[in-house]
């Protein structure tokens, strides 16, 4: 509903000004949603008329969700905010998917490769998507301690939140646009015919702020 759409907006917005009230510089997001997800639990639910009026509401509640997050998210530009592109083998804009399909400074959008070095079979892609971090296999703790390998790009995009962290406590001074050109100019383009696709290179991004902190 409608009530649930601003309920998500406002837990958005109260979330996100804990963050900035904390001091908190980087935020991961493994989570992700479509506008297509929604009409399929209306449909469940049975809700609208037939399926024009279910696309309809579920355009009116996915854009007010969107818009609610972009809006949040861009009211934090000293927290670096990394998303998950999403498993689903699409493009994270065309598929219109939050958190991955916004565009924001203070944004990047993570895909997934395997051991070789190229896109898993299911990393969400897109023009938003081009570092790329380790999605296959991944070994995760998982509630309890024990562990277990998992893949998927919730499992990227923590590796880059990480390097992020250790970038900004090796100089708490950068922004978080200087921490995304940090990231992006040390790494390495990925093997095969990837053009615009790059695999994150944490020692260079690492050796790169050290330099230049004089640390």
Do not use: C
């Amino acid at each position: 509903s409608m009530e649930d759409a601003l309920a998500g907006v406002a837990a958005a917005k109260k979330t996100v000004d804990y963050f900035k009230a904390h001091g908190v510089r980087v935020v991961n997001m493994s989570w992700g949603g479509s506008r297509q997800d929604i009409e399929n639990e209306l449909e469940k639910k049975a809700v609208g008329k037939d399926a024009a009026e279910r696309a309809e509401l579920a355009r009116k509640f996915f854009n007010t969700a969107k818009e609610g997050l972009d809006e949040a998210i861009k009211s934090a530009p000293d927290i670096l905010f990394v998303a998950a592109a999403g498993n689903s083998n699409n493009d994270s804009q065309f598929s219109e998917m939050i958190p991955s399909g916004l565009n924001a400074a203070n944004m990047i959008t993570i895909g997934a490769v395997d051991q070789s070095g190229k896109p898993t079979g299911f990393t969400t892609f897109g023009k938003n998507v081009s570092l790329y971090a380790s999605g296959y296999q991944v070994d995760s703790f998982v509630p309890g301690g024990s562990r277990e390998k998992s893949s998927g790009t919730s499992m990227a995009a923590p590796q880059v939140t990480n390097l992020a962290a250790k970038l900004l406590a090796l100089n708490p001074k950068l922004s978080s646009a200087d921490v995304v050109k940090i990231i992006t100019e040390t790494a390495d383009p990925m093997p095969g015919n990837n053009p615009g696709r790059l695999l994150i290179n944490p020692k260079k991004a690492v050796d790169r702020v050290r330099k230049t902190a004089g640390a």
